[in-house]
């Protein structure tokens, strides 16, 4: 990964592979945000009644639960594993990179168990928001550092 961020002889040829890297990751990104917005959006009241069933209607069943979790965590994981790649190599992010590493970390681990918490309690459908959208700024704010590190490192090899 070093190699195909830093070497500058290398430079004009990792801009390519670097930049389809993090439009692969947003696609990911909004693919799993229109998957939440099916599964309920930002309405605590929706989120609730699509996990434990609107109205007297049947709650999401335990297979469900374990397939919209596994969904997350290959999305999460894999665009994770990524971004935090990029970034470790990525010279401008010294200061920030633990920070927005960790925080999309954690962020998106809360965001895989809410759903188990959903289901066992009534009244946690605002929990299932807050993750979501905790998740989603910590990792949409981590491939923003890291394309806007890769742009800066590009633009001072052609100065």
Known sequence: MRWLVQQPAAGSRARPPVALFLVFAAL??????AQ?????????????????GAE?????????LWEEVHVGAFVYGFVLFMLAALAAVAPRLEGV???????????TLA???APFAVSARPGLGALR????????????ALLV???VAQARVGRDARA
């Open 97 to 107: 990179r633990g920070g927005l590493v960790l925080a999309a970390f954690a962020a």
């Open 56 to 64: 007297g209607g049947e709650p999401l069943t335990a297979a469900a």
């Open 28 to 33: 990911a990104l909004a693919g799993l945000a």
């Open 36 to 52: 939440r917005l099916q599964a309920g959006g930002l309405s605590p009241a929706d989120v609730e009644a699509f996990y434990r």
């Open 111 to 113: 965001d895989l168990f």
């Open 145 to 147: 550092a890291v394309a």
């Open 129 to 140: 928001v807050a993750t979501t959208v905790l998740a989603s700024a910590s990792m949409w």
